[in-house]
C-alpha cells in the first residue's frame, strides 16, 4: 500500500501535481476540520468508484488513517493501483502545521 505523508502531500500540492484528494470521513466530521479534495464517506465509497481515476493518483484520508487504509485495502482488491493513504489522517496533517 502507497503512504503518503502530510509533508508530502504538501509538497504535491505546493507543486501543483495533479492528484485527486478525498476525504472519507462522515460529514460531521469533515464540517469541524477538512482540507479540501472531494467529499465521499466511506459507507458510499465502494458504490461510488466510478468516480475514482484510473489515470492519476488518488490520495484517501480520514482522521487518523485508519478508515483509509481499510479502504484502499478493499479497492486494492477490485484492481486500483493507484491509491495512496495519508498516513495518520487529519491528526499528522494538524501536528504537521
Given at each position: 500500500m502507497?503512504?503518503?505523508?502530510?509533508?508530502?502531500?504538501k509538497q504535491w500540492t505546493a507543486a501543483g501535481k495533479d492528484f485527486l484528494l478525498i476525504d472519507i470521513r462522515e460529514g460531521w466530521e469533515r464540517e469541524q476540520y477538512n482540507i479540501g479534495g472531494m467529499h465521499i464517506p466511506m459507507g458510499e465509497l465502494f458504490s461510488q468508484t466510478s468516480e475514482l481515476p484510473s489515470d492519476k493518483e488518488v490520495v484517501?484520508?480520514?482522521e487518523k488513517g485508519i478508515r483509509s487504509v481499510i479502504a484502499i485495502q478493499r479497492l486494492e482488491t477490485s484492481g486500483f493501483q493507484n491509491l495512496y493513504n495519508l498516513a495518520g489522517?487529519?491528526?499528522?496533517w494538524k501536528e504537521t502545521l
Open positions: 502507497n503512504q503518503l505523508t502530510p509533508t508530502e502531500l484517501l484520508y480520514c489522517g487529519m491528526k499528522a
